[in-house]
C-alpha cells in the first residue's frame, strides 16, 4: 500500500496507543478510508531503553532492529518510533533500514523553534537527559534548558513508570508537581520529551496547548505530512 507508515512501538503500550489515537484524531478524514494507513508493531518485549543507557542493561538495538525489518517486509514506506529514549540508536536504526525514518527528536525540535520560546522547559526519562537529546538541541540554539533538578528527576521516572504499572491516579499527581516547577522556575513552554508524558499530563495539554510541546503530536504531525507528499494529497492535517 502506498504510503504506508509503520510504527515501531511497544516502547511503551500506552504511548503506542496516544500515537495511533493521535494519527486518526489529526487527520481530516470523512470516511474510514481517507485515514493514514499504519501497520503497528507493539511487542513489549524491547529491553528498557533506560536501564541499557544507565545501568549497563541488556541493549535494545537488535530487537528493534528485528522489528523494524518486519515491518519493512510488511511494507511500510516509512517508519515512526513513539520513544524518546529509543532516539540514541536512531543513527543505527536508519542505517539498517531501507525506507524513511522520521525522528521525533528532530520533529519535535522544530515545533520549538516555531513556537518562539526562549525558556523552554524539559520533562523525559533520565536517559534522554543523560544523552542531552534535547538540551544540545535547546541550548545551541541559544534557548535556556529548564529541567528538574536530580531529587526532582526521581519523580519524574516514578511517574513514567507508574503509568507503565497501570497507576495513572499516581503518575499524573506526580508529573503535575514536576510540570508545575519548572513553571515557577520561568519556562514559558514545556517539551514533554518521553512518550508517556503526554499521556500522564493528557488534561493539562487539552486545556492549556500552547504551554506544551508534545513530543508524540509532533512526531504524528510529521508523520501526517510525509504521507501528504508521498501521495500527492493536501491538508489532511487538522
Known amino acids: 500500500m502506498k504510503g504506508l507508515i509503520g510504527v515501531l512501538g511497544g516502547m ?3 504511548a503506542t496507543v496516544d500515537l495511533f489515537n493521535k494519527f486518526v484524531t489529526y487527520t481530516a478524514a470523512h470516511n474510514d478510508q481517507e485515514h493514514i494507513p499504519l501497520i503497528i508493531s507493539s511487542i513489549p518485549d524491547i529491553p528498557d531503553r533506560t536501564e541499557a543507557l544507565m545501568h549497563h542493561g541488556k541493549s535494545p538495538l537488535p530487537v528493534m532492529q528485528d ?16 520513544c524518546n529514549t529509543a532516539h540514541f540508536w536512531f543513527s543505527e536504526l536508519k542505517g539498517s533500514c531501507h525506507v524513511d525514518m522520521l525522528s521525533i527528536v528532530e520533529t519535535t525540535m522544530e515545533e520549538v523553534i516555531a513556537s518562539g520560546k526562549k525558556k523552554v522547559g524539559l520533562l ?6 543523560y544523552m542531552e537529546l534535547y538540551q544540545k538541541g535547546i541550548e545551541e540554539r541559544g534557548f535556556e534548558c529548564i529541567r528538574p533538578d536530580e531529587k526532582n528527576q526521581i519523580k519524574v521516572m516514578e511517574s513514567i513508570y507508574a503509568l507503565k504499572s497501570g497507576d495513572n491516579e499516581l503518575a499524573e499527581y506526580l508529573m503535575k508537581e514536576q510540570e508545575e516547577q519548572l513553571f515557577n522556575q520561568g519556562a514559558e513552554i ?3 520529551g518521553c ?5 500522564i499530563l493528557a488534561n493539562e495539554v487539552r486545556n492549556n496547548p500552547n504551554k506544551y510541546i508534545d513530543s508524540t503530536g509532533a512526531l504524528v504531525r510529521a508523520g ?6 508521498r501521495v ?3 491538508n489532511l492535517l487538522i
Do not use: S
Open 12 to 14: 511503551g503500550p500506552a
Open 67 to 82: 522489528y523494524l525489518k518486519r515491518l519493512e517486509d510488511a511494507g511500510a514506506e516509512c517508519i515512526v518510533i513513539p
Open 124 to 129: 523525559a526519562t533520565n536517559a534522554t537527559l
Open 190 to 192: 514545556i517539551v514533554l
Open 195 to 199: 512518550t508517556e508524558v503526554p499521556v
Open 224 to 229: 501526517i505530512k510525509w504521507y501528504e507528499n
Open 232 to 234: 500527492g494529497k493536501n
